[in-house]
Every structure is written in structure tokens, then in C-alpha cells.
């Protein structure tokens, strides 16, 4: 084990092999990341942001063409991203949690503006 990767924002990390993928490591922290290819780098469902100075193996042509060019904005498909040293990983909230987030902060101001 000499590679480790922390998730964000649920602050789990897990030690991990050198070239395990993302969506491999997520599974081991027990952090889900949606995916509907089974890891195939068909559905782009597992596309995370991951943070500068990650330590990732080099994009490969079949992530990068099915990233048209949002890999220069530190995107990675976690089935493809593979683990090269110590990995920061910001992993989106599915889109029903982030529904849910977005009500709840416009209730919050709401109730704000009232007062």
C-alpha cells in the first residue's frame, strides 16, 4: 500500500495500492460515486474533481477523449484515474442530495428574509 486518497466532503481516506482507480478506492472507504458502465469509461456518471498537486497516473487517450478537454479543469472519470502517490478527490453530491441541499438553502433564506 503506498498510495492514499481522501474524499471530500466526507473526509474519508483509504490506503490504497499504485494504480488502483478512484472508483476502486471510493468502494473501499465505503464512498459512493455513481456510476451506470460499471467502470468502463462509457456513462461519464463517475467524473470527479480532483485537487491540485494529486498524485495520479497520466490521463490515458480513452479518459481523455470522453473528457473532451475538462481534464485541464482537474476533472478525472474515477474508473480511469488511477492512483500514483497521495490523491485529494472532491466527489459531487448525486443529484438528489444536491435537489435536497438546494431547498434547504433556499427555505434557510427564506426564513431569513422574514426576519
Known sequence: MD???TFWPAGK???????TTL????RRANVPI????G???????????VRPG???APIADNESRKLS???GDNYRLSCQARVAGKVEVDVPLDPL?????RQLARQAEESDDLW
Open 13 to 19: 481516506t483509504v490506503k490504497v495500492r499504485r494504480g
Open 3 to 5: 498510495g492514499e486518497v
Open 69 to 71: 478537454g475538462l481534464d
Open 23 to 26: 472508483l476502486d478506492a471510493a
Open 34 to 37: 455513481r456510476t451506470r458502465c
Open 54 to 56: 494529486s498524485e495520479l
Open 39 to 49: 467502470g468502463k469509461a462509457a456513462c461519464f456518471m463517475c467524473k470527479v474533481s
Open 97 to 101: 442530495r444536491a435537489a435536497v441541499a
